[in-house]
């Protein structure tokens, strides 16, 4: 029986590696994303593997519902969550000139909706066959660097980033009596659309020598770590963070 992933923007970016990754995989994926369907992009990844789509913003939580249903009705199962859908403020300001708005919005998007979809999806989990002493379910939540590294032009979306650290460490007490796992992947710096208008930024930073694996990182590292994680290999481990960031986490003099 092939397993059913469900992953929030995975038809672009760092989720669309995921989905590809899950996808080469053997797993059918369900994406939930805002835009209508993208029926280029949906026939590149289908010749991967079987996908479907629901148009949907994770801030919205009736879309929540429509997404768990619809993906049930057509596979009649869920095994993994990947909450991958994220937004940067929409102009980066200083924490002084920052608006209520923009910090709403952020999160909104990155905190609020993940953490009542995978309530959601949790309870579908949950109503599903017991697997004795396996794994039921597996939850990834996609936060990012930002959880722990500062960026004053930007604090709502590290304040959401480090709130997704907490929530993690939440699921993960919660669900361990249900046999549900629950991860955190944290991204570094990731060649997609969110920060191709600061290349030359971490360029420099690469040039630098501040990363000891100097070049960007791609989707596909981090839909590496999210199959890895949903490979139900780990069936004791829990609330764990990988970081995909060529070594940013690793503190050096």
């Not at 989905?19 to 010749?47: F, K, N, Q």
């Not at 979809?117 to 939850?139: C, F, H, K, N, S």
């Not at 990834?140 to 304040?159: F, Q």
């Not at 480090?162 to 939440?170: C, R």
Request: aromatic share 6%; with cysteine; charged share 20%.
């Amino acid at each position: 029986m092939k397993k059913v992933a469900l992953v929030t923007g995975g038809n672009r970016g760092i989720g669309r590696g995921i989905t590809e990754a899950l996808l080469a995989e053997g797993w059918r994926v369900a994406i939930m994303a805002t835009r209508p369907a993208p029926e280029d992009v949906l026939a590149e990844l289908g010749e991967l593997g079987e996908v479907r789509y629901t148009q949907g913003s994770v801030a919205d939580l009736d879309a929540h519902e429509r997404f768990v249903a619809e993906t049930l009705a057509q596979w009649g199962r869920i095994d993994a969550l990947v909450n991958n859908a994220g937004v940067a403020p929409a102009e980066r300001a200083d924490i002084l000139e920052a608006t209520p708005e923009s910090y709403d919005r952020v999160m909104d998007i990155n905190l609020r909706g993940p953490y009542f979809l995978t309530q959601r999806v949790a309870r579908a989990m949950i109503a599903q066959d017991a697997p004795g002493e396996g794994v039921r379910g597996t939850i990834v939540n996609v936060s990012s660097i930002s959880a722990d590294t500062i960026s004053i032009n930007r604090g709502e979306y590290c304040l959401s980033k480090a709130g997704v650290g907490m929530a993690t460490q939440l699921w993960a007490v919660r669900l361990a009596p249900e046999g549900i796992v629950v991860y955190e992947v944290r991204p570094g710096v990731i060649a997609t659309d969110m920060t191709a208008g600061v290349t030359a930024k971490y360029d420099a930073l690469f040039a630098s020598g501040a990363v000891p694996m100097p070049r960007w990182g791609y989707p596909s590292d981090v839909g590496g770590a999210v199959v890895q994680l949903t490979a139900g290999r780990m069936p004791y481990s829990t609330g764990d963070v990988i970081t995909v960031g060529g070594g940013m986490q690793i503190k050096t003099l």
